[in-house]
């Protein structure tokens, strides 16, 4: 290693841990999740069911924030999408998780009916994929084979036997 790529200075990240592909994945689950609920939304309010209605304003809410913190470019014509969308970007995956599934599970508890139940679920698959993010990448073969044969090693250690008998 020459002392040029040492200097190099690394490429910032925010480091969730989410790949580019995820990411763009999660992008996706959050603009389906927010049409899935503007349109059930929009269908559960043409009642006469007060539960109904507060449950329909509420799904189209949550298309309203799904689509203000997911892809801020729809909703160019309002003034503080940008901030809340930068904001929304610095919460950690678990956060949005939390977040998003919570959203999507208040509609089901005022009215629950299919059309609740199917406009909410791609918003609350959207919080799923957020949650599996925060969990991390998985471990490689190589790395957890080198564990465990340390873990193996240690408790021969402890034991004072190499060959396995007691």
Not at 16 to 43: F, N, P, Q, T
Not at 47 to 53: E, R, W
Not at 146 to 152: A, M, P, S, T, V
């Amino acid at each position: 290693m020459n002392s040029d790529e040492a200097a190099a200075p690394k490429p910032v990240t925010d480091d969730d841990g989410m790949s580019w592909w995820y990411r763009w994945l999660c992008k996706i689950a959050g603009v389906l999740g927010g049409v899935s609920c503007a349109i059930s939304g929009v269908w559960m309010c043409v009642t006469v069911n007060p539960l109904n209605i507060a449950a329909g304003v509420w799904m189209v809410l949550n298309a309203f924030v799904l689509f203000l913190c997911e892809v801020p470019f729809c909703c160019q014509f309002i003034e503080f999408a940008n901030a809340v969308a930068a904001r929304a970007d610095k919460f950690k995956p678990w956060q949005k998780a939390f977040f998003y599934c919570g959203m999507a599970l208040f509609p089901i508890f005022l009215s629950f009916s299919i059309t609740t139940l199917f406009g909410n679920a791609i918003a609350f698959a959207t919080g799923v994929l957020y949650g599996l993010a925060s969990l991390g990448k998985k471990g490689d073969a190589v790395s957890y084979a080198r564990l465990n044969h340390e873990k193996q090693g240690d408790e021969e250690k402890m034991t004072g036997t190499t060959d396995g008998s007691i």
